[in-house]
């Protein structure tokens, strides 16, 4: 993890490894602690633990990966997640509840309920998602405080 | 929590310094994604799942307690991921369905009620 203090932010940066199921979540519950350190609040932790967890665990299990920043502006929490891995082929479809590639592996996991993209969004005030195809997907959320 | 342990003649694995700690409802499930979709605010998690997203899962949701059913055993890491987040862990032979009758008869329901153990 890498933390940068610039005067008007905080940032965390973490590498979201995709080879190690096990690891799924560290930067998730890591980003929890730090957030409690600042003095927020239950609800704001708990949406963007949420939020970041979910799409923490869809990198690992869809995208081999990638990259987490979240960062603490002056009245919101920002949380980009970016993925080099095959990327979203049709975002409404992902986007609805139940929808989901996972396998059968991935469900003896614990995940591939089809409900992650829908509780991010629903537990953000924003939520965009850029993807293409064989390129990557970087989603970016924003939980106001 | 101590009824909890008792009634489910469970193993303590780590948090004993929050066993006196009270909880409201639990919930039961071995899929984390819909532990984090359905969830509202259970403070017991059981489930017959392991691996460190169970502990991580229930941080998530700020749980306080989670029950491995079937004696099932999580790794150390496991616990020593539990010890970090300040969540108490145990162990019970009982499987899910018969550990969830025992809570929910002793008055330990599904979504947070006035009774608690
Ligand atoms: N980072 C990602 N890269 C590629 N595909 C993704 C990514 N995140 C989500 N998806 C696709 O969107 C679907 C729905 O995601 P989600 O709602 O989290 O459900 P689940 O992860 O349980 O399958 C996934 O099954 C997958 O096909
Ligand atoms: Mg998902």
Redesign the interface.
């Not at chain 1, 996991?109 to 992650?116: D, E, H, K, R, S």
């Given at each position: 993890m890498r933390v940068t203090n610039m005067s008007e932010a905080i940032r965390f940066h973490f590498d979201v490894d995709g080879e190690n199921?096990?690891?799924?979540?560290?930067a998730?519950?890591m980003v929890?602690k730090k957030l409690r350190q600042l003095g927020f609040s239950?609800d704001v932790m708990?949406r963007v633990?949420?939020a970041m967890?979910?799409g923490e665990?869809n990198m690992v299990i869809h995208a081999h990966g990638g990259t987490a920043d979240v960062i603490v502006g002056e009245d919101a929490i920002e949380i980009i997640l970016a993925d080099k891995g095959p990327g979203i082929p049709d975002i409404n479809k992902a986007m609805q509840e139940g929808f989901s590639t996972a396998s059968d592996n991935i469900?003896a996991?614990?995940?591939?309920?089809?409900?992650?993209l829908?509780?991010m969004k629903k537990y953000t005030d924003y939520m965009q998602i850029d993807t293409e195809i064989g390129v990557g997907t970087t989603i970016t959320m924003r939980v106001n405080y | 929590m101590y009824e909890i342990q008792s009634l489910l003649h469970a193993e303590l694995l780590c948090g004993e310094e929050y066993l006196q700690n009270e909880v409201y409802s639990a919930c039961c499930s071995d899929m984390m994604s819909d532990v984090l979709a359905y969830v509202k605010d259970q403070g017991v998690l059981l489930t017959g799942l392991i691996n460190p997203q169970v502990i991580r899962t229930a941080s998530m949701m700020d749980m306080i307690c989670v029950v491995f059913v079937r004696d099932k055993a999580p790794t150390e890491e496991m616990v020593e991921l539990a010890r970090e987040c300040g969540i108490v862990v145990m162990c019970s032979p009982m499987r899910a369905y018969e550990a969830c009758g025992h809570l929910y008869y002793s008055g330990l329901r599904g979504n947070a009620g006035d009774k608690h153990v």
């Open positions: 199921f096990s690891s799924a979540g560290e998730s519950v929890k239950p708990r633990s949420i967890y979910e665990i469900r996991l614990g995940f591939g309920a089809g409900m992650g829908p509780n | -």
